[in-house]
């Protein structure tokens, strides 16, 4: 897929210019990126970690490189104890560094930043982190100005979207249940047919806004009305070019997802995450 592409990429350019650094210096994948869930137009999010200030310059130099060739980079360089910091200061940091993923380099580094930034940001700030994302999907879900039923919507913040299941998950994952819709089934706190939904919504969504970066060339979210039947059409809904019933298909998919992932959002916030009961 394409976040393995940009994997032996970034990779290969590590080796060429943190030659003599490897053990000074750990790149990892961050955000949608650490989670492999790279869209076309996504920010490809990555964090140096290094010792001190080491090979402040040929980091500059391969992030410049990426820059000129036109890569839609979100970077960060920090040592893993300047990583806790900004995790403590600010939730969505936090989140991002959360869901990193090793690439190359140190292990060292990368078994310091696992204790001394994402571990203890677990043992000293992860029942406010759950709460902070509780309260955002309260937010999302319950805001009486938010409905499913738009007729344009946003795939990735819009109610009951993408964001709003990735909330579900960065919660489990903080409880430490797992991050992903297997371990939600594993545990025996939801059925089988509502884990499987919330999976194909996601799924669903994730094509979606994928189609919809191809089609538009840029980094939109927004399902907008004048783009419905090109993407209809490259989703497989149209039997002709003039199909126009392909864009009620379509919308009709995304209404039933939706309403799936609120019925499983409204069971998660009533029983305060617990699900059903294991006894």
Same mark, same amino acid.
């Given at each position: ?17 943190? &030659? ?19 869209? +076309? ?14 090979? #402040?310059?040929?980091?500059?130099? !391969?992030? %410049? ?14 040592? +893993? ?5 900004? %995790?403590?200061?600010? !939730?969505?940091?936090?989140?991002? %560094? ?21 571990? &203890? ?8 982190? =759950? ?12 805001? +009486?100005?938010?409905?499913? $039923? ?8 819009? @109610? ?8 579900? !998950?960065? =919660?489990?994952? @903080? ?25 194909? *919504?996601?799924?669903? $969504? ?6 919809? /970066? ?7 979210? =927004? ?14 809904? #149209? ?6 019933? *392909?864009?009620?298909? !379509? @919308?009709?998919? $995304?209404?039933? /997802?939706?309403? *799936?992932?609120? &019925? ?16």
């Amino acid at each position: 897929g394409l976040s393995a592409g940009v994997d032996s990429l970034l990779c290969q350019l590590f080796a060429e210019y943190l &030659r003599g650094e490897e053990e000074n210096v750990a790149l990892l994948a961050v955000g949608g990126y650490g989670r492999q869930e790279l869209c +076309p137009q996504s920010d490809i999010d990555i964090l140096f970690l290094r010792n001190s200030d080491r090979a #402040a310059e040929a980091i500059g130099k !391969l992030v %410049m490189l990426l820059w000129d060739g036109g890569v839609q980079l979100g970077h960060a360089v920090r040592t +893993p104890e300047e990583c806790y910091a900004f %995790m403590e200061d600010d !939730l969505t940091t936090a989140n991002t %560094m959360l869901e990193s993923r090793f690439l190359a380099g140190s292990e060292g580094l990368l078994g310091r930043f696992g204790a001394r930034a994402v571990g &203890r940001y677990r043992w000293k700030r992860g029942e406010a982190f =759950i709460s902070a994302k509780l309260d955002l999907l309260r937010a999302s879900v319950e805001d +009486p100005q938010r409905t499913i $039923y738009v007729l344009e919507p946003n795939v990735k913040e819009g @109610m009951c979207a993408l964001r709003d299941i990735q909330r579900v !998950l960065w =919660i489990e994952n @903080m409880k430490g249940q797992g991050s992903t819709f297997e371990a939600l089934l594993s545990q025996g706190r939801f059925s089988q047919s509502e884990v499987r939904r919330l999976k194909e *919504a996601y799924g669903f $969504y994730l094509r979606l806004r994928c189609e919809l /970066h191809f089609t538009n060339n840029v980094r939109q979210d =927004i399902l907008a009305r004048d783009s419905g039947l090109t993407i209809a059409a490259n989703l497989g809904y #149209a039997e002709g070019a003039e199909d126009q019933a *392909a864009v009620e298909k !379509l @919308m009709g998919d $995304y209404y039933r /997802h939706a309403r *799936a992932v609120y &019925r499983f959002l409204r069971f998660y916030k009533q029983t305060n995450t617990r699900g059903r009961s294991l006894l």
